[in-house]
């Protein structure tokens, strides 16, 4: 299959055209002309996961390897030294990042995750009836996110609405109509102006919160004659 066509299935599932203006969602590296046989998934890519994947593979992200212009390539240093390889390699790589944070990953991460139902949408901001004491809503969310430590903001004992939104949203704080918010990368000013503000936050991770990404995509590319496998992102981060 080329990669063009793939590219038109993945526009179908989630519009290219959604993502945000600073993004680089889409086709990051490769050739539209490009024959595919097999497709990786991952929210992210490494120089490890690199070196095992095929030549000729897509390898389809969540994140863009190329954020903004690069104005250099020095190839021991990242992304370079990525860029390289996939080039020698022929490895193609298309992100879908805000775009499919808007269709899916919110969606999935609320219902399927936290098993909560979902009473609204604004953007990237999903509403959830929760209806809970605090403490045990911070609990579930700790269990279901796998977070052995959850840095709170409590301003409130009760909870009966929560907005989501995986990633690192702290800057949409102020859009929130809801006693709690649930994001990732959460700063220690985004605290202080939570308190400030009266709005509880739990902070669900970066890497924790997006992690489902392979596995939501994959179901919408099974059928499609192709090899499509997840690869297992590995968290940047780690804890004693």
Known sequence: M???????????????ELQESWDNSGLVVGDFTQDIKKVV???????????????????ITHHPLIFGGLKQLQFNQYPALHLRKMIQKNIANIAMH?????????????????GYEICGSNGFIIYMDVNEEFNTFAKKVADSFNLKHLRMVKSHDFIRRAALCTGSGASLMRQVEAECFLTGDIKYHDAMEAKSIGVSMLDIGHYESECFFAQILQKY???LGLE???SKSKNPFTYL
Request: charge should be negative.
């Open 2 to 16: 080329k990669l063009a066509d793939i590219y038109k299935i993945l526009d179908e599932i989630s519009p290219f």
């Open 228 to 230: 499509v496998i997840i």
């Open 98 to 114: 805000t775009n499919f944070d808007q269709t899916h990953l919110n969606r999935y991460v609320a219902e399927e995750i936290l």
């Open 41 to 59: 998934l991952s929210i992210d890519l490494d120089e490890e996961m690199i070196d095992a994947l095929d030549e000729g593979t897509l390898l």
């Open 221 to 223: 590319l099974i059928n």
